[in-house]
């Protein structure tokens, strides 16, 4: 976000550089003691689910969360589904891993997006992105009901990234994965996103699958890294303390939104997202990201990235300020 971060953040870092450097009391411990309570109280208070803290473990980020689960529960050869377009840097790690990729295609539906979804015969994983990036669709009761048939038709481990849960806007709810399918959900999320805190380097995974867990334990206990003192601590801040700088920041955000789909011509087919901070334009040609960023001074994110559906697409990020916002805006209208 081009947003500053919550002071309580700020605050609790200041007090442990202040402070004690030396080994934390959790470093011997695998789920990194006090994120995994932080991480269950949340997701407790704000989604009703009773997550069990002594099932999570702490990773540097979700990508590299994703690849460990990939590298110790699947193979090359094994195809993994996931909603497409799709959050770039997750197909850059099939591609490399040689983990085929399974398309859920998405296609317009009104004023948001619909996902159907093919035969996953051949798929040992469903990677769930939930809320969705890039489009902010906020997956339903219904849908989520459907996909958790899907994997246990075709034995899927679900890998659910949440990581934009906090940013979902009413009046939609986000509703975690693992409330539906517990004993087949790897839970993957960090105060990143919510919290402005990218170069923090700290996210979770709630393992309710036992295979995975056991996959794991068998592992050496540091060949992954584990997590550092700073990000633990930015963390716990921001889930234990930040939620009225969340509140402040999301408001914003939300009118942002709007604003996005008051201000831009209806031929870039801009869908309302239902979180994020993200919107989804369809620009009707490959190449308009380098375009618009050579012409308007606007740097987008060009959609051929984000694979199947997303070459004649730009991702703009809009967690800006309002006077900011309406300079990108005025700017893009003069695109053609």
Not at 259 to 287: K, S
Not at 299 to 323: C, I, K, M, Q, W
């Amino acid at each position: 976000m081009d947003l500053p971060t919550a002071p309580e953040v700020i605050e609790a870092l200041r007090r442990r550089a202040h402070g004690d450097l030396g080994y934390p009391a959790w470093l011997d411990q695998p789920n990194a003691g006090p994120l995994a309570e932080a991480f269950a109280e949340r997701m407790a208070s704000r989604y009703g689910w009773p997550a069990d803290p002594a099932l999570v473990r702490s990773f540097n980020d979700l990508n590299q969360a994703l690849q460990v689960l990939l590298q110790v529960w699947t193979k090359p050869g094994d195809g993994v589904a996931v909603h497409t377009p799709a959050y770039h840097p997750f197909l850059t790690t099939l591609q490399i891993m040689e983990r085929p990729l399974y398309p859920i295609q998405a296609a317009p539906d009104g004023g948001s997006w619909r996902f159907e979804v093919p035969d996953l015969t051949g798929c040992r994983v469903l990677l769930l992105v939930n809320p969705h990036n890039p489009t902010g669709r906020v997956f339903t009761r219904a849908e989520l009901t459907e996909l958790a048939e899907h994997a246990e038709r075709h034995d899927l481990l679900v890998i659910a990234d949440e990581i934009h849960a906090d940013l979902t806007y009413e009046p939609h709810q986000h509703i975690p994965f693992a409330t539906i399918l517990p004993e087949r959900t790897v839970t993957l999320t960090s105060a990143t996103k919510a919290f402005n805190l990218g170069g923090i380097r700290c996210s979770v995974a709630h393992l309710g699958h036992q295979g995975v867990r056991k996959a794991l334990e068998a592992q050496p206990p540091f060949v992954y890294g584990s997590a550092n003192l700073f990000g633990v601590e930015a963390t716990v801040a921001a889930w234990r303390h930040g939620d009225a700088w969340l509140e402040e920041t999301r408001a914003l955000l939300d009118r942002n939104r709007n604003t996005i789909a008051a201000r831009l011509p209806a031929t870039l087919g801009y869908r309302t997202p239902e979180a994020t901070y993200l919107a989804w334009l369809h620009v009707g040609r490959a190449g308009m990201a380098e375009v618009i960023e050579r012409e308007a001074k606007v740097l987008l994110t060009d959609g051929a990235g984000f694979g199947p559906g997303g070459a004649d697409y730009v991702r703009l990020n809009f967690a800006t300020t309002e006077p900011i916002l309406a300079e990108i805006l005025n700017r893009l209208s003069h695109i053609r």
